[in-house]
């Protein structure tokens, strides 16, 4: 409750907080509600649209990728040295140190960054598309 | 009013919970309507820039200080929305405010259940009256009168949704009971009561 300085600013309280509130039409509640609802659904489309795009262009830049990368990758040295881990384990772990060193200098990063970028965003673009499209499906009840 | 129900509220819609955000806007619509109808008159008009300062307020829902105090953060919210409503319209805040006993469908009574000594004094006709001389203040003094009186809003939180200085608002208030006082003055009748 306010305070009061005085007599009068009281009666003023007394008068004012018993004032008849103007109620705007019935419905005035249940269209923000609808009007807020739209622009959510808005957004959404626009997010999955967004996301949709680059999970396309992210795959179809993946296949390029791959396709010039690809064989640089399988052909390395490097996948050489993986496949002593498997065939050879003994020697591998006799001569770590020198092992893990080849397996290092052999790795072909450069090609390696760029597919595991290009395969990094189309995931990602895909897991947002999908969760923005699963809110966007998500209907809240509104009475009209 | 319990405030400390809005941020819990907005507190839920933020975590997922949809009908937090139907609760707070039917709580707030007739409040935040009356509040706008101060400076763009009732009708269609307040309705429109009701909703528009939801939709703003329910945009910038995210970026809400949960330790603040939510109802004032929307007023100010509706207050700028009117504002630009104006501006649009290229009208000017309306000094006067009228009130039309005709443009009121229902009564949305406001009941203290524990009634103060001098209420039980004063008529409800000198409280009528009153209420009709406030709303015919100024606009800038008879809606600090209503948010401090009706809404029972803090000054520091008039302050805050009005976008001036406490010691604005203050002095506002001041003047607006310096104003009213003198209308009551002239009003012969409701000087005797």
Known sequence: MPKFSNLFEETVYLAVKDSRLVTPSATLADRVLFAIERKKRFYASVKLAIYSLVTITSSIGLAVVWRIEG???????????????????????????????????SLPVVSIIVVASFAWAACASLWMAARTYKTFNHRAVVRV | MNTDLDEKLVALYLAGDETALQSLVRKHTTGVYNFVAQLVGYGQNAEDVSQEAFIKAWKSLKKFDLDKKFKPWLYRIARNSAIDFLRQRKATVPLVNTYDDE??????????????????????????????????????????????????????EIAEILNESIDTVKSKHRRALIKLRELVSEDRNLAKN
């Open chain 1, 71 to 105: 064989s640089a990758i399988i052909n390395s040295e490097a996948i050489q040295l993986l496949s002593l881990l498997f065939s050879d384990f003994s020697i591998v772990a006799s001569y770590w140190q020198d092992y893990a060193f080849s397996l290092l200098e």
């Open chain 2, 103 to 156: 443009e009121v469908n229902e009564a949305d009574y406001v009941v203290d259940p524990e009634p103060l000594p001098l209420e039980q004094a004063i008529s409800s006709e000198t409280k009528e009256a009153i209420q009709k001389l406030v709303n015919s203040l100024p606009s800038i003094y008879s809606t600090v009168l209503k948010l401090y009186y009706l809404e029972e809003f803090s000054l520091p």
